[in-house]
């Protein structure tokens, strides 16, 4: 059997799998369409594997990594699902109070690559919680599948409640200088921009390839904000003009990059469409500007 390489790869597929990773299409016509592109030795399980995330092999910063204190913590979120469990991390014996961050996952839950930036955006010198909006279903299943699945049974504007009670559990926190950011992808890019949206305090967001709020709610956006397009993913590119239309005419603050060749999803380094080269120069604007936002 050839070896899958990402450069053998049609956009089509790419594509295809932006589809069903947003159930747009279901696990049956995904297979049955994939079928098309498994040709020259390439077999459809083949496909199938070379597109599922591979968490257990691209961990960055490991669990038990000794330059971070780490938890699962518990807070309350009356107007969202009641008790959110979270992940909880920060510089082993920092000093001082640091800057918080919030870390927002996709859609499906709290899985091991969304640790794993939150442990990330700790080792940048913040303390950062990286809530669960699946707890009030049983959390995340362990599958990315059967997250997708438990995540379309909850409304996002309940689990947007969740996010905002993550921003009050940081503010009080004893080791948070009150200063908090938060930083989504894809769905939780949505709600890093609603965010902005809803909580004036807040001193930072960072959506990355992120659904845009409407128009008549961007004049009550105070934070700062960058964010992160890929050039490929024309889906939600197609939301920007008016949105970057809207923040122009309030004089809102905001910078905006598209990366070039870039899938969405580009920041994820646990499936093909990681795009090395955008990733880690989206990461490194991220915790500039995080730096610059929350420790100034």
Not at 132 to 141: F, S
Not at 151 to 163: A, P, V
């Amino acid at each position: 059997m050839s070896q899958i390489r990402k450069e053998d790869i049609k956009q089509e597929v790419f594509d295809l799998y932006d589809d069903y990773a947003h159930n747009r299409i279901d696990r049956r016509l995904f297979m049955q369409n994939l079928s098309a592109y498994a040709v020259g030795g390439i077999t459809v399980a083949s496909l199938m594997g070379f597109l599922m995330p591979d968490y257990q092999g691209a961990v960055q910063v490991q669990a038990n990594d000794p330059r971070l204190k780490t938890e699962y913590i518990d807070y309350q979120s009356a107007k969202g699902g009641g008790t959110i469990k979270a992940l909880l991390s920060k510089p082993e014996g920092a000093a001082q109070k640091l800057g918080g961050i919030i870390v927002v996952h996709e859609n499906r839950g709290l899985n091991p690559h969304i640790e794993d930036v939150a442990r990330r955006a700790a080792l940048a010198g913040f303390v950062s919680v990286a809530p669960d909006a699946l707890t009030p279903l049983g959390g995340y299943p362990g599958n990315d599948d059967k997250g997708r699945e438990l995540q379309s049974k909850r409304d996002r504007n309940e689990m947007l409640e969740d996010f905002i009670a993550a921003y009050d559990y940081l503010k009080s926190n004893k080791d948070c200088n009150g200063k908090i950011g938060v930083v989504g992808f894809c769905f939780g890019g949505w709600i890093a921009n609603m965010m902005a949206v809803r909580i004036p305090e807040l001193s930072a967001s960072v959506p990355f390839y992120g659904g845009q709020p409407a128009a008549e709610d961007v004049p009550k956006i105070k934070a700062p904000l960058l964010i992160h397009y890929a050039e490929l993913d024309t889906r939600v590119n197609e939301g920007w003009p008016a949105y970057e239309t809207a923040l122009k005419a309030n004089n809102k603050e905001y910078k905006a990059y598209v990366y070039p060749g870039a899938n969405h999803g580009f920041h994820n380094d646990t499936t093909p469409r990681y795009d090395k080269a955008a990733a880690e120069l989206a990461w490194k604007r991220t915790v500039d500007f995080f730096t610059e936002k929350l420790k100034s």
